[in-house]
Structures are given as C-alpha cells and as structure tokens.
C-alpha cells in the first residue's frame, strides 16, 4: 500500500523555523515528483512547492508566497521528503499535506499541522 | 498563474439526483503535443485529506465509482455524480497541473438537500 506520513508540524512563534518531514513507502520513492499542498484551517487547497526526481536534476519550484523562505528537499535513500520552513507567518498557519506528483496529485499523506502564533 | 474558477460555492442535491460541478481556468490547460488536459478533480470530506477522482480530465483514478465523470477541454471543465450518493458529501476541487505554479479552484461543497 502505498503511504505518506507526515511528522514535524507544532506551534511556533512568527519569525520562526520549523522542519517538516514526509516518509514515503510502498512506491520507488525516487522515480516520483514531490509536491508539498497546504490548507489553512477552513479554507482551500493551496500549493507550495514541488520538487521533480534525479532524472529531473532535483529541480524545485515554489508558490510566490512562500519563495525565498520555504526550501524543498529529498532524500531518495531514507524515501523522505522535507520542508524547510524559515521566517514563518501567521499567515503560515495550516495543515501541510505531502503529496505524490502522477497524473495529478494521486497520493496523500494525513498532513501535519503548523501553527504560527506568539 | 493560472486561476481556476469553480461554480457554484456550493450545491444541495437529492439523493440519486445529479450533481453538476464546473471549472474554468484562466489559459488553456491542453498540452498540443499529447492531446491532454492537465487537469485533476480531488473530493475532500471533513477530517480526511483529498483524494484523486479524475486525472487527464476525464479519466477515473482506480477504485472511484463510475458514477463519478469528468468532462471537458482547454479551459472548460465538468465533474458530474450522476446519482449522488450520502457517501459523497464532501468537498470537490479542480486543480490545474499544466504548470508551475499549481493552482485549484475555491472548492465547491455539495449537501444532501
């Protein structure tokens, strides 16, 4: 069976750095695009970021809002994804879904929650 | 980027009734080259994540009942639940993938009228 499980999320304080990470079982992890999506408590799917495969040179994208602080990273032999979350917001609050790039986003993990609060 | 409108907000259907769902994107999502629609529909129910239901469009992710269906072409798109079902209750998103950045529709939440 495929399975994404997400660990890391917490309160922390606005100006603050958290770590997110995604294990990754039953696929080949390192054949797939990683995508990171994030919904704000009572809102809407919003992307963050993905990043593609080796084949792909580890290339990573971003949404405009969190570029610049937010880096994507993976780690093919541990089949685990990351976020790096640096200079959070409260705006940043949210539940944070790690997600496997098919056709369309075809695998979900039960997210993580960030809070971003003083 | 590209904005994906859905309409309407919200819907209340009967039970075995249709259920209708639709979804504009700002540019075309069609990819000449492969003659697809980069374009995917997710329900998510409360408490849970979302799930895949269509890819391409129109094609049924493995395991989604055949009541589910989507439709459409290059900026224009449909998700229909040809007999609603209790089970359904959920929230649907559209969700382009034809670029970077990703970006989904509002949501559209359907209710047992």
């Known amino acids: 069976e495929m399975q994404l499980v997400e660990s890391g999320g917490g309160l922390v304080q606005p100006g603050g750095s958290l770590r997110l990470s995604c294990a990754a079982s039953g696929f080949t992890f390192s054949d797939h695009q990683m995508e990171w999506v994030r919904q704000a408590p009572g809102k809407g799917l919003e992307w963050v970021g993905r990043i593609r495969n080796k084949a792909n040179s580890y290339t990573t994208d971003y949404a405009a809002s969190v570029k610049g602080r937010f880096t994507i990273s993976r780690d093919d032999s541990k089949n685990s994804l990351y976020l790096q979350m640096n200079s959070l917001k409260t705006e940043d609050t949210a539940m944070y879904y790690c997600?496997?790039?098919?056709?369309?986003?075809?695998?979900w993990g039960q997210g993580t929650t960030v809070t971003v609060s003083s | 980027d590209i904005v994906m409108t859905q309409s309407p907000d919200s819907l209340a259907v009967s039970l075995g009734e249709r259920a209708t769902i639709n979804c504009k994107s700002s540019q075309s999502v069609l990819y000449s080259s492969n003659n697809k629609n980069y374009l995917g529909w997710y329900q998510q129910k409360p408490g849970q994540p979302p799930k895949l239901l269509i890819y391409w469009a129109s094609t049924r992710e493995a395991g989604v009942p055949d009541r589910f269906s989507g439709s459409g072409s290059v900026t224009d798109f449909t998700l229909t639940i040809s007999s609603l079902q209790a089970e359904d209750v959920a929230v649907y998103y559209c969700q382009q993938y034809f670029v970077t950045p990703r970006t989904f529709g509002q949501g559209t939440k359907v209710e047992i009228k």
């Open positions: 997600t496997r790039y098919y056709y369309g986003l075809d695998v």
